[in-house]
């Protein structure tokens, strides 16, 4: 149990079911219906396998059946660690060159595969999906959704925070995998969607028919009308090291530790400042992990700078204008080592800065899953698009788009909805902005009463607080929902807190002077370990750039019932720092580099192709020859001809020949494979048992 997460400030620890499974001969311990991947982790087992190429070793990176890089033999036959679950007696091995044939006797013998006819079908079931098919429910419209994951929701099953934009609208202030129950909610009450998880949809076919493996069966949906709300996959750098076990995307790290309850590591760097990694780093803290660092390679980071200020208040050092430029070890991460960018983001000298990590989160950005799209658009099928697989944005907006789109497929069926509400378009574009501008205010003036003060600074589409207010007393400019939020009148303030403890940002405080002018009572947000903020015991208070203000005891710790796991934490400081009071400090002892590194290996031993190990040595070479068309690049190097069809390499490859100063318009791009997932040739005979099922 020493990898299990046994307790956590937000998420309940359901009870599960034990079972005996046996990994290269030894008999070990696992949760039933998890997937294998997280069992293995649970038991300390970061390596998968090793590569017939160079015998590297593999571990996980996307852990959402993305890539293949965490391939095991699951009861003779090659699967996905991360997509397939664990059963009682599970044999299971690691990865060694190739895998032998099954015997004749599972040999499957061809069946006919009947063809269902439905007239919506909803690839995804994520917070767009979801959306879009509560819309086409409450029509009475026949729809049938697809997942490929065991539960509903799509990532924000894995989000612990509470959510940006408003209470009516998006949920704001409420947790991302409360959202996902919310959603699965008010699906139930519509008989005409049917729902299939554990089910991927593999290709678009040229006679507009969707091929989808339910349960290790194939089946054949012709629909009338196609909606993808497929998400996002991961992004990844270049750099020397970047496919050792423990390098891994922030996804990843979300997924093992939010989802499936596993302490994946003990000390983590992160690659990455957007909100993912921003988010993810809160998450690690959360699950009793160690952040060393965050490193942006922009001058500041890209997401939400609320986010950004609560790390800095729980002793996350935060590098901007860095870059990772090795990760370090044998058989597994060690160490990493990061250096700071001049104006030509390039490496500065003697910038190099090692710390002591066993794992890199990848956080450098997602591109959209849009293949079923493209294919469905080439075979001119009817199809839409909606969440991140149409333009990567905040879940708050996929809903939305969903929404949108799902009335609109259902007037492409001639079903009267009446007019789009016009309202929909314009908040979703609001919910998909960037970030705004940033004005600092000084705290009010009054020292007498009980009143909340607002840290947050920069416009973000939020605004829970002007919701919960029982009196009204806070606004926000514009009556904009992005405005800064401000109070109408500080004696309006009541001192119920609710603006407190909604707060995604935790970034609301409360003071309150009413017992004691010179030393008020300060109400602070607090989301990580109760056992750190005991009554009568000493915490660091920090201000909004996570300076420690001074070491004072905990008066009293409450929370409301509405929002539990947001505790309020009650000190009482000295006047001259109770407004600037914002968090409490977690990791006391800031992790500092323990070394220079000076002579990394070189960039182009970096590897873009996973699948296939190509470095980036190898394709640079190969466009200095002249090469301009990725399938001759394929042909020569590999690259892309791996199991993951090129999900990964493809942008890294691209981003090469950028480098190499060549004009995207030479470039002809590779021509996409008829099946976007990897599938046993069996299941295309119609019948497939799949792992754990010695017949057909």
């Given at each position: 149990?020493?990898?299990?997460?046994?307790?956590?400030?937000?998420?309940?620890?359901?009870?599960?079911?034990?079972?005996?499974?046996?990994?290269?001969?030894?008999?070990?311990?696992?949760?039933?219906?998890?997937?294998?991947?997280?069992?293995?982790?649970?038991?300390?087992?970061?390596?998968?396998?090793?590569?017939?190429?160079?015998?590297?070793?593999?571990?996980?990176?996307?852990?959402?059946?993305?890539?293949?890089?965490?391939?095991?033999?699951?009861?003779?036959?090659?699967?996905?660690?991360?997509?397939?679950?664990?059963?009682?007696?599970?044999?299971?091995?690691?990865?060694?060159?190739?895998?032998?044939?099954?015997?004749?006797?599972?040999?499957?013998?061809?069946?006919?595969?009947?063809?269902?006819?439905?007239?919506?079908?909803?690839?995804?079931?994520?917070?767009?999906?979801?959306?879009?098919?509560?819309?086409?429910?409450?029509?009475?419209?026949?729809?049938?959704i697809v997942d490929d994951k065991d539960r509903l929701?799509?990532?924000?099953?894995?989000?612990?925070?509470?959510?940006?934009?408003?209470?009516?609208?998006?949920?704001?202030?409420?947790?991302?995998?409360?959202?996902?129950?919310?959603?699965?909610?008010?699906?139930?009450?519509?008989d005409s969607v049917e729902v299939w998880l554990n089910?991927?949809?593999?290709?678009?076919?040229?006679?507009?028919?969707?091929?989808?493996?339910?349960?290790?069966?194939?089946?054949?949906?012709?629909?009338?009308?196609?909606?993808?709300?497929?998400?996002?996959?991961?992004?990844?750098?270049?750099?020397?090291?970047?496919?050792?076990?423990?390098?891994?995307?922030?996804?990843?790290?979300?997924?093992?530790?939010?989802?499936?309850?596993?302490?994946?590591?003990?000390?983590?760097?992160?690659?990455?400042?957007?909100?993912?990694?921003?988010?993810?780093?809160?998450?690690?803290?959360?699950?009793?992990?160690?952040?060393?660092?965050?490193?942006?390679?922009?001058?500041?980071?890209?997401?939400?700078?609320?986010?950004?200020?609560?790390?800095?208040?729980?002793?996350?050092?935060?590098?901007?204008?860095?870059?990772?430029?090795?990760?370090?070890?044998?058989?597994?991460?060690?160490?990493?080592?990061?250096?700071?960018?001049?104006?030509?983001?390039?490496?500065?000298?003697?910038?190099?800065?090692?710390?002591?990590?066993?794992?890199?989160?990848?956080?450098?950005?997602?591109?959209?899953?849009?293949?079923?799209?493209?294919?469905?658009?080439?075979?001119?099928?009817?199809?839409?698009?909606?969440?991140?697989?149409?333009?990567?944005?905040?879940?708050?907006?996929?809903?939305?788009?969903?929404?949108?789109?799902?009335?609109?497929?259902?007037?492409?069926?001639?079903?009267?909805?009446?007019?789009?509400?016009?309202?929909?378009?314009?908040?979703?574009?609001?919910?998909?902005?960037?970030?705004?501008?940033?004005?600092?205010?000084?705290?009010?003036?009054?020292?007498?009463?009980?009143?909340?003060?607002?840290?947050?600074?920069?416009?973000?589409?939020?605004?829970?607080?002007?919701?919960?207010?029982?009196?009204?007393?806070?606004?926000?400019?514009?009556?904009?929902?992005?405005?800064?939020?401000?109070?109408?009148?500080?004696?309006?303030?009541?001192?119920?807190?609710?603006?407190?403890?909604?707060?995604?940002?935790?970034?609301?405080?409360?003071?309150?002077?009413?017992?004691?002018?010179?030393?008020?009572?300060?109400?602070?947000?607090?989301?990580?370990?109760?056992?750190?903020?005991?009554?009568?015991?000493?915490?660091?208070?920090?201000?909004?750039?996570?300076?420690?203000?001074?070491?004072?005891?905990?008066?009293?710790?409450?929370?409301?019932?509405?929002?539990?796991?947001?505790?309020?934490?009650?000190?009482?400081?000295?006047?001259?720092?109770?407004?600037?009071?914002?968090?409490?400090?977690?990791?006391?002892?800031?992790?500092?580099?323990?070394?220079?590194?000076?002579?990394?290996?070189?960039?182009?031993?970096?590897?873009?192709?996973?699948?296939?190990?190509?470095?980036?040595?190898?394709?640079?070479?190969?466009?200095?020859?002249?090469?301009?068309?990725?399938?001759?690049?394929?042909?020569?190097?590999?690259?892309?001809?791996?199991?993951?069809?090129?999900?990964?390499?493809?942008?890294?490859?691209?981003?090469?020949?950028?480098?190499?100063?060549?004009?995207?318009?030479?470039?002809?791009?590779?021509?996409?494979?008829?099946?976007?997932?990897?599938?046993?040739?069996?299941?295309?005979?119609?019948?497939?048992?799949?792992?754990?099922?010695?017949?057909?």
């Amino acid at each position: 149990m020493k990898y299990r997460i046994t307790k956590h400030p937000i998420l309940e620890i359901p009870p599960k079911k034990e079972v005996a499974f046996n990994w290269n001969g030894k008999p070990m311990t696992g949760f039933e219906g998890e997937m294998i991947s997280s069992a293995l982790f649970a038991a300390g087992i970061h390596i998968f396998g090793n590569h017939p190429k160079d015998n590297s070793p593999q571990g996980i990176f996307c852990a959402n059946g993305q890539c293949a890089q965490c391939m095991v033999i699951a009861d003779e036959l090659a699967v996905k660690a991360c997509m397939t679950p664990l059963h009682d007696g599970m044999v299971l091995q690691s990865l060694a060159g190739l895998p032998k044939l099954p015997a004749d006797d599972r040999l499957p013998t061809p069946t006919e595969v009947p063809t269902l006819d439905v007239e919506v079908l909803i690839i995804g079931a994520g917070p767009a999906g979801l959306a879009a098919a509560i819309e086409l429910g409450k029509l009475g419209v026949n729809t049938l959704i697809v997942d490929d994951k065991d539960r509903l929701g799509g990532k924000l099953v894995l989000q612990t925070h509470k959510f940006f934009g408003s209470v009516k609208d998006t949920h704001a202030g409420t947790r991302g995998f409360e959202i996902a129950k919310i959603l699965q909610e008010d699906l139930s009450l519509y008989d005409s969607v049917e729902v299939w998880l554990n089910s991927t949809a593999v290709a678009v076919f040229s006679d507009q028919i969707v091929g989808v493996v339910k349960d290790h069966r194939y089946h054949k949906i012709k629909p009338k009308k196609l909606l993808v709300t497929t998400g996002a996959r991961e992004k990844m750098l270049s750099f020397p090291g970047n496919t050792l076990p423990g390098v891994y995307g922030a996804g990843a790290f979300q997924t093992l530790v939010n989802r499936d309850l596993v302490r994946s590591s003990e000390k983590v760097l992160i690659v990455g400042g957007g909100n993912v990694g921003l988010i993810a780093g809160y998450h690690a803290i959360q699950a009793g992990i160690a952040v060393v660092a965050l490193i942006e390679a922009l001058p500041n980071v890209g997401g939400y700078k609320v986010h950004a200020d609560k790390l800095k208040r729980l002793g996350v050092p935060i590098y901007t204008g860095h870059t990772v430029v090795c990760a370090n070890g044998k058989d597994k991460v060690e160490s990493v080592t990061i250096g700071r960018l001049d104006g030509d983001w390039r490496v500065i000298e003697d910038s190099h800065k090692t710390f002591e990590v066993d794992t890199v989160l990848m956080a450098v950005g997602l591109a959209e899953v849009n293949e079923f799209y493209l294919k469905a658009k080439q075979w001119e099928m009817d199809v839409f698009c909606a969440g991140d697989a149409r333009e990567i944005a905040e879940a708050s907006a996929a809903m939305f788009t969903g929404k949108i789109e799902g009335l609109k497929i259902a007037q492409s069926l001639g079903i009267e909805t009446g007019k789009i509400p016009k309202e929909w378009d314009e908040k979703a574009t609001i919910l998909k902005s960037k970030p705004g501008r940033e004005a600092r205010h000084k705290p009010p003036a009054k020292e007498d009463g009980v009143f909340p003060i607002c840290h947050c600074y920069q416009e973000v589409p939020c605004n829970p607080c002007t919701s919960v207010c029982p009196v009204g007393a806070i606004k926000t400019e514009g009556d904009k929902i992005t405005g800064l939020p401000y109070m109408v009148d500080l004696d309006l303030c009541t001192g119920c807190a609710s603006c407190v403890a909604v707060c995604p940002g935790l970034s609301v405080t409360m003071v309150d002077y009413r017992q004691d002018r010179q030393h008020p009572l300060v109400t602070l947000p607090y989301e990580v370990w109760r056992d750190q903020v005991r009554e009568g015991q000493k915490v660091p208070v920090t201000d909004i750039d996570g300076a420690v203000l001074g070491y004072f005891a905990v008066e009293t710790v409450k929370s409301r019932k509405k929002y539990p796991g947001t505790l309020l934490v009650q000190v009482r400081l000295d006047k001259a720092v109770a407004k600037v009071a914002v968090g409490i400090w977690v990791q006391e002892k800031q992790i500092e580099p323990f070394t220079i590194y000076e002579k990394e290996p070189p960039p182009d031993d970096a590897i873009v192709c996973r699948c296939e190990r190509v470095t980036a040595g190898e394709i640079r070479a190969a466009i200095c020859d002249g090469i301009r068309d990725l399938n001759q690049l394929k042909a020569l190097t590999r690259a892309g001809m791996g199991a993951c069809g090129s999900k990964t390499c493809r942008p890294m490859i691209w981003r090469i020949f950028k480098e190499e100063g060549i004009d995207f318009a030479e470039v002809t791009d590779r021509v996409d494979r008829p099946l976007f997932v990897e599938v046993p040739i069996g299941v295309f005979a119609g019948s497939y048992g799949g792992s754990g099922i010695k017949k057909f």
